[in-house]
Nanobody
Framework: EVQLQASGGGLVQAGGSLRLSCVTSGFTFDDYGMGWFRQVPGKEREMVSSISNSDATTLYTDSVKGRFTVSNDKAKNAMFLQMDSLKPEDTAVYYC???????????????????????WGRGTLVTVSS
């Protein structure tokens, strides 16, 4: 059974930091790409960052470049998102997801598109106060 468990959300002041974790099980880690997505009520889910587990190629949406860093730990089958210099507009529910066949970098079209992700974890709420 595939499982993705996200954690690390919380309430933080603007300018602060949080580190999200996504621990996975039930699939071959290197065969998958993984992503962090976020969603606020009334808006579509957007990709925040992605990483191809095999070659660790990363992708970021423009609004988080230079502030967020995605990484993985193959020994722990886990993905992380270090979020620094947080802004109120980063407030959202953050989801981690896994995409079969994207273990190696396949181009931004696939890695940023939620439709290509097969498995999703429960979200973790990030709230940034001004």
């Amino acid at each position: 059974e595939v499982q993705l468990q996200a954690s690390g959300g919380g309430l933080v002041q603007a300018g602060g930091s949080l580190r999200l974790s996504c621990v996975t099980s039930g699939f071959t880690f290197d065969d998958y790409g993984m992503g962090w997505f976020r969603q606020v009520p009334g808006k579509e889910r957007e990709m925040v960052s992605s990483i191809s587990n095999s070659d660790a190629t990363t992708l970021y949406t423009d609004s988080v470049k230079g502030r967020f860093t995605v990484s993985n730990d193959k020994a722990k089958n886990a993905m992380f998102l270090q979020m620094d210099s947080l802004k109120p507009e980063d407030t959202a529910v953050y989801y981690c997801a896994a995409a079969s066949g994207l273990g190696k970098w396949s181009g931004p079209f696939y890695h940023k598109n939620a439709a290509w992700y097969d498995y999703w974890g429960r979200g973790t709420l990030v709230t940034v106060s001004s």
